[in-house]
């Protein structure tokens, strides 16, 4: 390896219209249900990869004769919202598939670029600064017409040593895949557990007892929240508060409060009128009563609470009336056989939610020993230990590859004749 302050002498500069076969829009025409040809759409493009979940289909002959992909074509997301346009991924040829966007088909003839290496250069932070600088603001998304992208210039390494840059980053892509793929069956399997556990379908060696069954109205006291915005919410400070969106977007079936980054309210924010008891203790469940989907009545279970904490706008503060053992609610009321409880209760069009009155209708059928609740507890708690730390090497795989592109990509790393990495 040698390293480089700038790039290097012979790596010219050169637009991507320049080495551009065609740059087109394909069609969106599509049936969602099955057929010959999948359609790919801007949510289908990732982080340089396709997502092949969620997918579209056609059988019009005459749109995947037009704009059937070829290996190697890179995709462009012309439209999105302002902090997604300009995703892109490369087609691999794992699938016949059209996309609905531009997509960049390169002049192999000439062998002046490799499309996985410009596929890499477009997921850099220059290429997304350039299209945040280029977009096009409309009312609900922003748009990149083809002038522009056609128009990116960039640095162009000789054309072995951007195949020798592509292999490298894409064993590290490799491990990331298969990483993301483990956490996927990980978590696939938590769920299986939790649908037979959470039931009663399968019980724990050495426990026979029937489970109790209860309205949530008789098993649980509901307690004051408050209404405060994110505007009255910072980093530090002495009452944290725990908001829905968080509930919604961030938090697990469990809030560890002496381990998580929860938001504190201002200084300036009076809570004059909240008791004691309004604060939440060990064991309280906090639910989200709103969301913009049927995810609303998500909620998390409080555990290691030692400072003073409220519950916040759109949820509902539930205290326990008799004895649980600790995390076992957090990973009941998440489960579908007591979420899915709710789905006729959600009201609302562009935004969902739910009332205390149906909540309190809703039926736990649970473990009537605690030492039950808390040895199947304890097996999603070691499942999600598992698939956190799989998750913390996942990022650090991820830190790992921007690392590299940020020096493979610059030239200030260049790969010697017969090295395959970084």
Same mark, same amino acid.
């Given at each position: 390896m040698v390293k480089n302050a700038k790039h290097p002498i012979d790596w010219g500069l050169i637009t991507i219209k320049e080495i551009c076969k065609s740059l087109?829009?394909?069609?969106?025409?599509?049936?969602?249900?099955?057929?010959?040809?999948?359609?790919?759409?801007?949510?289908?493009? *990732?982080?340089?990869?396709?997502?092949?979940?969620?997918?579209?289909?056609?059988?019009?002959?005459?749109?995947?004769?037009?704009?059937?992909?070829?290996?190697?074509?890179v995709l462009f997301n012309r439209t999105n919202s302002a902090d997604l346009v300009g995703k892109t991924s490369l087609y691999r040829g794992e699938?016949?598939?059209?996309?609905?966007?531009?997509?960049?088909?390169?002049?192999?003839d000439r062998k002046k670029v490799v499309g996985e290496y410009l596929n890499y250069i477009?997921?850099?932070?220059?290429?997304?600064?350039?299209?945040?600088?280029?977009?096009?603001?409309?009312?609900?998304?922003?748009?990149?017409?083809? *002038?522009?992208?056609?128009?990116?210039?960039? @640095?162009?390494?000789?054309?072995?040593?951007?195949?020798?840059?592509?292999?490298?980053?894409?064993?590290?892509?490799?491990?990331?895949f298969s990483l993301q793929k483990l956490i996927e069956k990980k978590k696939a399997i938590k769920q299986?557990? +939790?649908?037979?556990?959470?039931?009663?379908?399968?019980?724990?060696?050495?426990?026979?007892?029937?489970?109790?069954?209860?309205?949530?109205?008789?098993l649980f006291d509901f307690l004051p929240t408050n209404a405060f915005t994110r505007d009255q919410m910072t980093d530090t400070g002495t009452i944290q508060n725990v908001h829905y969106g968080d509930i919604l977007t961030k938090y697990g079936a469990c809030l560890d409060m002496a381990n998580t980054n929860v938001p504190y309210l201002l200084e300036t924010v009076s809570v004059r009128k909240y008791s004691e008891s309004s604060y939440v203790r060990e064991g309280d469940v906090i639910i989200a009563d709103t969301a913009e989907d049927s995810t609303v009545g998500k909620?998390?279970?409080?555990?290691?609470? @030692?400072?003073?904490?409220?519950?916040g706008q759109h949820t509902m503060l539930c205290r326990p009336k008799v004895t649980f053992a600790p995390k076992f609610l957090?990973?009941? +009321?998440?489960?579908?056989?007591? @979420?899915?409880?709710?789905?006729?209760?959600?009201?609302?069009?562009?935004?969902?939610?739910?009332s205390k009155a149906n909540i309190s209708t809703?039926?736990?059928?649970?473990?009537?020993?605690?030492?039950?609740?808390?040895?199947?507890? *304890?097996?999603?708690?070691?499942?999600?230990?598992?698939?956190?730390?799989?998750?913390?090497?996942?990022?650090?795989? *991820?830190?790992?590859?921007?690392?590299?592109?940020q020096e493979l990509l610059t030239g200030r790393i260049r790969l010697k004749e017969g090295e395959n990495n970084a």
């Open positions: 087109n829009y394909g069609t969106s025409k599509k049936s969602t249900f099955s057929g010959k040809c999948a359609v790919l759409r801007m949510g289908n493009l *990732q982080n340089g990869y396709i997502d092949w979940t969620d997918l579209v289909y056609t059988n019009d002959e005459k749109d995947i004769q037009k704009y059937s992909l070829v290996k190697g074509d699938y016949p598939a059209i996309y609905a966007g531009y997509l960049i088909r390169l002049n192999y477009l997921n850099t932070q220059e290429a997304k600064e350039y299209c945040l600088a280029v977009k096009t603001d409309g009312v609900s998304q922003s748009n990149i017409n083809a *002038q522009k992208i056609g128009a990116f210039l960039f @640095h162009l390494p000789p054309f072995e040593e951007q195949e020798k840059i592509s292999e490298a980053l894409s064993d590290v892509d490799n491990l990331i299986g557990v +939790m649908q037979e556990l959470l039931t009663s379908k399968k019980r724990l060696p050495g426990f026979s007892v029937e489970w109790s069954q209860a309205p949530f109205g008789d909620c998390v279970e409080l555990v290691n609470v @030692h400072g003073k904490v409220l519950s957090g990973y009941y +009321m998440n489960a579908g056989c007591f @979420h899915n409880q709710m789905l006729p209760f959600i009201t609302g069009i562009k935004v969902s939610s739910i809703l039926v736990l059928k649970y473990p009537t020993l605690v030492e039950e609740q808390q040895a199947i507890a *304890q097996v999603f708690s070691d499942m999600d230990e598992e698939i956190a730390q799989l998750e913390k090497k996942l990022a650090k795989y *991820q830190q790992i590859k921007q690392g590299m592109m």
